[in-house]
């Protein structure tokens, strides 16, 4: 499957070895494709995935991964073609926050980024999944001391289910995926945002998850 | 150790079978004494516990936990001779959440509950736990199918050790409490309200808890 990531940062760079592990061809797409494939991640990825603007990666990919930062994905993709979206599958990994004096803000309480992504291109399945956990997790989900969670949250049962199985493809193993529901459920997982900020500040590390026991 | 419980209802009953199970004292505050009494919860209890007004738990306990509902409990603590509070560790297990159409709302997004506590009765040492599972996971903390994780967040240091002291006579195991840190670190566990909501929706049940695994 051909998977564009819109974004050259460490979640995209990140996701895109895993996808490209997985066998499955990725291309990124950045505001400035020239200067991007001089980023230290892109870097790590070896020349093996192509750098083009995010409308051309929008266009070519036939499975699309919001991997911009939270805070301005809702504008970035109203400024995108609206047709290379249409009927595809896009995958929201980001976290839309902004940091004040006393820590970290959501800029959508009582709501969440997806849904704002869902109400600004509504011809596109967005999927939530992947924001609860930093880069070193998502680049090794089995690499903790058990097994941990991953969630899927969006309104097609299909796009979730192509979703899961893409995170099977990436290392999540076949219990570790929780399906939320419908779009309005990844509010858990963002507002989870403010516990992971705590959790990581009071571990001294950004290398842990969840587990859901039961 | 005689521990004031405000509330009668099932967090408040439970907190206050483990804590008698540990040997502590307990007395429950209610608003009508009288009619509480005759709770399902309450009775529970066997009459080992006496149940005197709000003002009369909250002078008598050397430890007072809150476990109204979150939504009226700043007003509850309010309507209190701050007295009874002055120097004590006042601990706080409340989530205030309204219900919308659209699912639950945090009352203080982007901010707590236990924040807000802690600014209308500044005299006490407020302390935030056990709002991040159900009374069925209060009940029988090493119930499930592996360990799972409770957090304390509070600015004084002394009180988040007696806490987590109380947290361990209550059953939870040595390794399965997180210091989070100063009050405003409650805002993590209260957020993830949110997630719990809906993987109890998705779970089917309410006798799940998160851990955190490194």
């Known amino acids: 499957m051909l ?8 979640v995209a760079c990140t996701i895109a070895l895993r996808l490209l592990g997985a066998g499955h061809e990725v291309v990124l797409g950045a505001r400035n494709p020239a200067t991007a494939t001089d980023r230290d991640w892109v870097r790590e990825l070896g020349g093996k995935v192509e750098v083009v603007s995010l ?27 609206a047709a290379a979206l249409t009927g595809k599958v896009l995958i929201d990994t980001a976290n839309a926050v902004v940091f004040g004096e006393s820590g970290p803000l959501l800029m959508y309480p009582n709501g969440s980024l997806a849904e704002r992504i869902q109400q600004a291109v509504p011809r596109a399945k967005v999927v939530k999944t992947l924001n609860t956990m930093n880069t070193a997790v998502q680049a090794d989900p089995t690499g903790m001391a058990g097994p941990t969670s991953a969630f899927v949250s969006g ?49 001294g590390t950004r290398r842990f998850n969840i587990a859901v026991v039961r």
């Open 155 to 203: 309104d097609d049962p299909e796009a979730r289910s192509l979703v899961t199985s893409l995170l099977h493809d990436m290392g999540w193993p076949p219990d570790s995926v929780i399906d939320l529901g419908g779009i309005a459920s990844a509010r858990g997982p963002e507002h989870y945002f403010m516990l992971f900020f705590g959790l990581a500040r009071a571990l």
């Open 3 to 10: 998977v564009a990531i819109l974004g050259t940062g460490s």
């Open 55 to 81: 409308s051309a990666a929008a266009s070519a990919g036939e499975v699309v991964v919001n991997a911009t930062p939270g805070s301005t994905t809702v504008e970035m993709l109203i400024d995108l073609d």
